[in-house]
């Protein structure tokens, strides 16, 4: 009762623009958990509603991108809060998502997530984006971690926990979610769209391995491990997703997708007709039972990446980026889209989180 109370709460705040913890602290971690899959530890950052106290940090700041205010270390608020496991894109990392979970946190929520090796910034190869059941593994295990640790076990609410994916990370929780990838398909795909980003990558040419550009082989999509990455990496535990622009999205089993039981809310950024086939979502909302769907206009691809500094484009075409990373899609600042969505988001999850009870 007091569960259902608090997510009518946060919703009811949501809709009246005052997110709960508005004028709270968030705290924030950064842990490490084992993981005997991949036989080494991972990088787990955690937000999460405080009391006063810890060291003021920006978590996710660079030369390129904007930080995110936070408190480290700062002493957990009282009471028990819905837990949201975030998995981030292809080459990206976990703590350029700061301004989306200090977002989620003010609205109530615990946000975790691991930097998962072989697809993160400066760690990532073609071949290691195929293994999706490493990623999801990742995430099972960080809920195992802290579902088991005395301090998150008395502030998680163990039966409400949902997984937010964007891009790879959009594959990842449609996967624990219960969706299972069609190798077939996905390699019939990068046939009919070779220009798509993931098709690219795969086609060879450099990956990154400890900060460094190593040059890289063509994956053949036919020839990746058809038992892995067809098999159903379901964490029974997760009750929600919401999936922004999810990868593999003309690569899933229909009949995988009918049969999954929980609310999946999706979300595309872009309006109709400007969204890349590699992520469009409205089909996969179609097959999905309990499933929302929404688009966000004046977004692109690259606006869930953190704000970029003043001078940002510049920088990225220095070092001969070509992947406008800065670029929205109209007149819309990026942190007008970034506020929508952690509504959006933060809505989703305090419906879903609720309705899965």
Not at 280 to 301: F, G, M, S, W
Request: glycine share 10%.
């Amino acid at each position: 009762m007091k569960t259902a109370l608090l997510l009518l709460s946060i919703l009811f705040a949501l809709v009246a623009g005052k997110p709960l913890f508005a004028d709270e602290s968030v705290g924030v971690q950064t842990i490490t958990i084992a993981s005997p899959a991949r036989g080494k530890d991972l990088k787990v950052t955690v937000w999460y509603p405080a009391r006063p106290g810890g060291e003021p940090k920006m978590v996710g700041d660079s030369k390129l991108f904007q930080g995110a205010p936070a408190l480290a270390n700062a002493p957990l608020a009282p009471g028990r809060f819905p837990l949201i496991l975030v998995s981030h894109g292809s080459g990206a990392r976990i703590e350029n998502l700061g301004w989306l979970a200090t977002g989620l946190v003010r609205a109530g929520f615990i946000v975790a997530g691991p930097n998962h090796p072989g697809t993160t910034s400066g760690d990532s190869t073609p071949f290691d984006t195929t293994k999706l059941w490493e990623r999801t593994n990742d995430l099972s295990i960080v809920l195992t971690a802290l579902t088991s640790d005395p301090t998150w076990q008395a502030a998680i609410a163990k039966n409400e926990v949902g997984v937010l994916g964007f891009s790879l990370g959009g594959s990842t929780a449609m996967e624990i979610a219960g969706a299972r990838a069609n190798r077939e398909a996905y390699a019939r795909y990068c046939e009919t769209y070779p220009k798509m980003a993931d098709c690219v990558w795969f086609a060879g040419g450099k990956g990154y391995i400890d900060g460094e550009a190593v040059v890289s082989e063509k994956i053949d999509l036919h020839r990746i491990d058809k038992d892995r990455f067809e098999q159903s990496n379901r964490d029974p535990r997760i009750r929600a997703a919401v999936l922004v622009d999810p990868g593999h999205a003309q690569a899933y089993d229909v009949q995988s997708l009918k049969e999954i039981a929980i609310p999946m809310n999706f979300i595309n950024l872009g309006g109709p007709g400007k969204i890349p086939v590699a992520v469009i979502a409205d089909e996969l909302a179609r097959l999905v039972p309990k499933a929302t769907y929404a688009q966000v206009d004046d977004a692109v691809h690259f606006s869930f990446l953190a704000e970029c500094k003043p001078g940002g484009a510049a920088f990225l075409r220095s070092l001969g980026e070509t992947d406008r990373l800065c670029d929205d899609g109209g007149a819309r600042w990026r942190a007008d889209i970034h506020a929508e969505l952690v509504r959006l988001i933060a809505a989703a999850f305090a419906r879903s989180l609720k309705a899965g009870m």
